[in-house]
């Protein structure tokens, strides 16, 4: 071993912070401000202060996540994963005695939806159990295991109902496996399965109202009030901003309000038709070189458990991505899934900053022996 | 420290590949916004040009307010707007001309007005006029094609056909604060009304609908081409208040003219609902409902003596002698005095070294309880104020529900103030002095009720104890009576001297409030605004510095239906006040004899 690692570990190495994942996230929350602004102009409320008020407590708690050494948080997941089962539960409770679907759970007058928090430990809880087993590929009670982490929260969130949100903990397990290993046969047999429990989600799991979206989205005409009006506005937002865009603030479609909830799910559809398609490709490319910049401290990263955990986190944000933006323009159906550090949000931006500051901090003590 | 070997460079792979799958997934959905964005791009932005597709809205009916017999008193009537979206016309100068010859305004109006839509976006219109009739929405119909930038819009204008009658109790709506709306959770969007005073308000949430909304396939001329979804509005619910119209406007016109300000409140002592509430000065409720208003609005804020605040519940003042009815229950309920007891008034006393004078130079002689209320002697007072004591007559003015909020269903309501010991320590840092109490007792310390809480204290007497809830809404669930630890042969006894004050030649409201064939129980009531070493007449006073005037009062005596208290800023006196009184009362009997029986 060399000879610094005999030497205090974490913030002597502030220099050696990874410029490409903080540059993308600087302005990308700044290209999300300035959307925000434009997006809600037309509202009742300028979501403008509120979200750079979130962005200021993110960056707080960005620090903060940095400067924790992960192999406490993962000596703490389990903790923490058994915290957040507990916050769900309680909002289950708590829905159901209101007689209806509640995400939110209200601390002191702060509302969080404690999915969000979830997801964190679960990516904790699953990245410490992936690192424990050290081997090339992983026996298939070991996947068994790793798919019951991931499955309690899920189903506990699906059942608020909430199925946007359930959908998120699909990538942590996906990505997670996949990197720590996994059989071929054992990935033919999962899509088998994910075909079979799609269709069993559609006969006994899914409201009316979410089979509609999905049939609304293989058909957009039955529903021109619903989930069809607001593809086909999004569509034409999108398309009319063309190469250039018609210029900050003036889109038609998003400040004449036909866009529905343009300040968190359909934020991309006002970027893409005030700033046209070279600021969609700006913000692309952002997310790009988040992901590089995020894998490369992947494969960096000390030991297991950095790899897994870097890998959780970033496989939630890029399906975040992928599946918004691809639903901006029509090639999946309409569900509630927010753009990082573009759409407005309070636990979904803090957490986008936690989980950042988490990757920032395994790339801090790349060189540092516990 | 341990080291172990680890099967990172497999890991790192995978990672490697992850990374590429996503950013291949990247390059797809890029590729997805270039075939929408480019290839695709004239399309749609002819769409967005066209905007082929409007989602328009359906505005629910507010709901109507009508009296306790059905008559109308709020309706909604259309209006016709003048709306121009300045992005169809090359020529705003042109545009203007037209309206302003249509309109018979001047053009440099319009052009000011045109002025202050700078900063909003040229393709959203804005309001050039309001109230068009119907001749010139006629005309910039017929010449659509010439000038497609107008747009007449139809909104449905509240109408209070009362006016003022029925402002402070109806108040009015207004387009709805950034801070309503965020409160509303939902229901109230931008551009919408709501309500901001009195019923309108207070129930804004049963009045307003749903407004539904409809989706329509327009031409580039905005024209409708044909519709192709729709969501029903819901029309919001009517509401029938207990307000009794007859004597609502038999209240306003005593209290209609300059120099006349004051308020009146009917109720019904057995349930709390209010036949009348009259706040005067007041205002047209008619001039909040357009949005170009400024002028009407400065005009209202400007006015002498406050045309928007409601007297009623919203103005604090000293009670005067009508204060003798706490404490002569107070005083019975303590068993401190009896109805056998008595004291003699020689015109003044000394209590603490200080003379107290009675308000009768020559005295009362010796009177009790009954006919101490009756003539409202000041001494017998005095003495009884001398041995409660003020914590005592605080918890008997609290017994009567004074310094406390009466619950009525219009919002805005103040609680006035029962001083004590511990308020004076807390509210002026001093102690309170015993002196004071003495001047308490005849209702002229720092003590203060709006005259609404002076309505529920008199229905209290009037029903044998029970504290009702005021309100104008029927039909909802109010609390019901509740029983206040009040000894009911001390009310029975305070009832027997307010029937004096009224029916006995020498009460003091004997001349002013006496309507044969109704037993009607009352106590009149001064409030100096000034301190007079010598009393003058209120006539030769100049107005801002002559006394306020109480009178407060029910009937019949033995079985009370109805509670009256008016209250007259600079009235001069009580005797002032219960003629009104005595004028509602005999509306009441008319109106009762033309219905017979539906009270």
Same mark, same amino acid.
């Given at each position: ?10 913030? *002597? &190495? ?22 925000? &602004? ?32 992960? &192999? ?25 005695? &209101? ?6 759970? *209200? ?158 799910? +359909? ?73 990082? +550090? ?29 | ?51 082929? =597709? ?77 109230? =068009? ?98 969501? !029903? ?13 007859? =004597? ?11 120099? /006349? ?30 949005? #170009? ?7 209202? #804020? ?18 005067? @002698? ?21 004291? @003699? ?65 219009? $919002? ?18 001093? $102690? ?37 809830? !005021? ?8 609390? $019901? ?11 029975? =006894?305070?009832? /027997?001297? #307010? ?16 309507? !044969? ?24 006073? !100049? ?57």
């Amino acid at each position: 071993m060399p000879a610094f690692t005999e030497e205090k570990p974490a913030l *002597r &190495h502030l220099s050696s912070i990874d410029g490409g994942l903080v540059l993308s996230v600087l302005l990308l929350s700044a290209i999300g401000l300035a959307t925000v &602004h434009s997006a809600s102009s037309e509202m009742a409320v300028d979501y403008l202060p509120r979200q750079a008020l979130w962005f200021g407590i993110g960056a707080a708690l960005l620090v903060a996540a940095m400067s924790i050494d992960y &192999h406490v948080l993962l000596d703490l997941s389990i903790v923490l994963y058994g915290a957040g089962l507990v916050l769900l539960v309680l909002v289950l409770v708590a829905g159901a005695a &209101h007689g209806g679907a509640a995400h939110w759970a *209200r601390i002191g007058g702060w509302q969080f939806q404690p999915s969000e928090f979830a997801k964190l430990a679960t990516v904790l809880v699953l990245a410490r159990y992936l690192s424990g087993l050290n081997r090339r590929v992983l026996e298939l009670t070991q996947i068994l295991v790793a798919v019951a982490i991931v499955a309690v929260p899920m189903v506990l969130v699906l059942v608020e109902p909430d199925l946007g949100s359930s959908m998120m903990f699909a990538p942590i397990l996906i990505g997670m496996l996949l990197v720590a290993g996994v059989r071929l046969r054992v990935l033919v047999l999962a899509a088998l399965a994910a075909v079979v429990l799609a269709a069993g989600m559609w006969s006994f799991g899914m409201k009316t109202y979410q089979r509609q979206r999905v049939l609304t989205f293989l058909s957009p005409e039955t529903d021109p009030l619903g989930a069809g009006y607001q593809v086909r506005q999004s569509k034409i937002a999108v398309g009319s901003g063309e190469m250039t865009g018609k210029g900050y603030m003036q889109g038609t479609q998003s400040q004449l309000r036909f866009l529905p909830v343009r300040h968190t799910d +359909f934020i991309l559809s006002v970027l893409a038709e005030e700033w046209g398609f070279l600021g969609v490709l700006t913000v692309l490319g952002l997310y790009a070189l988040y992901v590089a910049s995020a894998a490369r401290i992947a494969m960096r990263a000390r030991d297991r458990a950095g790899i897994l955990l870097v890998t959780g986190l970033l496989s939630v944000l890029c399906f975040h991505v992928l599946y918004n933006s691809a639903m901006v323009v029509g090639f999946v159906p309409i569900t509630g899934i927010p753009l990082p +550090f573009l759409s407005y949000g309070g636990s979904f931006t803090l957490v986008n900053f936690v989980g950042t500051g988490t990757m920032l901090g395994v790339d801090l003590r790349r060189y540092v022996n516990r | 420290m341990q080291v172990v070997r680890e099967h990172r460079d497999d890991l790192i792979g995978r990672v490697r590949l992850l990374a590429a799958a996503v950013t291949g997934l990247l390059v797809l959905i890029a590729s997805g916004f270039w075939f929408v964005q480019i290839a695709q791009g004239d399309y749609y932005r002819e769409l967005a040009e066209n905007n082929r =597709l409007r989602k328009l809205p359906i505005i629910a009916p507010r709901g109507l307010i009508f009296d306790r017999r059905g008559r109308l008193l709020v309706e909604n009537l259309p209006s016709y707007n003048l709306m121009v979206d300045r992005s169809r016309t090359t020529d705003v100068e042109r545009s203007l001309a037209f309206a302003a010859t249509v309109l018979a305004r001047p053009l440099g109006d319009l052009e000011d007005l045109m002025e202050r839509y700078r900063g909003v976006p040229v393709y959203k219109p804005v309001l050039l006029a309001e109230n =068009l009739s119907l001749a010139e929405v006629a005309r910039f119909g017929v010449e659509a094609l010439e000038y497609p930038e107008f747009e007449v819009e139809v909104q449905q204008t509240r109408l209070y056909r009362h006016r003022e009658q029925t402002a402070h109790v109806i108040g009015y709506i207004g387009e709805a604060t950034p801070d309503e709306i965020e409160r509303s959770a939902g229901a109230v969007s931008p551009g919408d009304v709501a309500g901001k005073k009195g019923v309108e308000k207070r129930y804004d949430a049963v009045l307003r609908g749903k407004d539904g909304s409809r989706v329509v396939v327009v031409d580039s001329r905005g024209e409708l081409l044909r519709e192709y979804g729709r969501v !029903p509005s819901a029309p919001g619910r009517d509401l029938t208040l207990s307000l009794d119209l007859e =004597l609502q406007q038999e209240a306003a016109s005593w209290l209609d003219g300059p120099d /006349k300000v004051g308020a009146i409140i009917v109720m019904d002592p057995r349930n709390g609902e209010l036949l009348a509430l009259v706040s005067s000065p007041s205002f047209n409720s008619n001039l909040f409902t357009h949005r #170009l208003q400024e002028n009407d609005w400065q005009a209202l #804020l400007d006015a002498p003596n406050n045309p928007l605040q409601n007297r009623a519940m919203q103005n604090a003042y000293s009670p005067g @002698s009508t204060f003798k009815i706490v404490m002569a229950t107070a005083g019975l309920s303590e068993h401190l005095i009896d109805e056998r007891f008595r004291l @003699s008034c020689a015109g003044s006393t000394v209590i603490y070294n200080h003379s107290f004078r009675c308000w009768r130079k020559e005295g009362h002689g010796s009177v009790n309880v009954v006919e101490a209320l009756e003539r409202s002697c000041d001494v017998f007072f005095y003495h009884l104020g001398q041995r409660l004591g003020i914590e005592r007559i605080a918890r008997y003015a609290r017994l009567f529900g004074l310094g406390a909020l009466t619950g009525i269903d219009i $919002p805005g309501e103040k609680e006035g103030l029962v001083p004590d010991a511990a308020w004076s320590l807390k509210a002026r840092h001093q $102690p309170w002095y015993a002196g004071e109490t003495i001047s308490v007792a005849i209702g002229q310390g720092p003590m203060l009720l709006t005259p609404l809480q002076m309505a529920a204290m008199t229905a209290m007497v009037a029903n044998g104890g029970y504290r009702v809830t !005021p309100h104008l809404v029927q039909n909802l669930p109010y609390p $019901p009576p509740q029983k206040v630890s009040l000894d009911p042969q001390a009310l029975a =006894l305070v009832r /027997k001297g #307010l029937w004096a004050v009224v029916n006995e030649p020498g009460g003091t409201a004997y001349t002013a409030a006496r309507v !044969p064939g109704l037993d009607i129980a009352g106590k009149t009531g001064s409030v100096q605004v000034i301190a007079q070493k010598v009393r003058t007449k209120a006539e030769t006073l !100049p107005f801002k510095y002559r006394d306020h005037g109480w009178f407060t009062s029910f009937a019949p005596e033995s079985d009370p239906r109805l509670v009256v208290s008016v209250f007259v800023e600079h009235g001069g006196s009580g005797h002032n006040a219960a003629p009104i009184a005595k004028a509602l009362y005999q509306k009441y009997l008319s109106i009762e004899a033309s219905h017979a029986g539906v009270y």
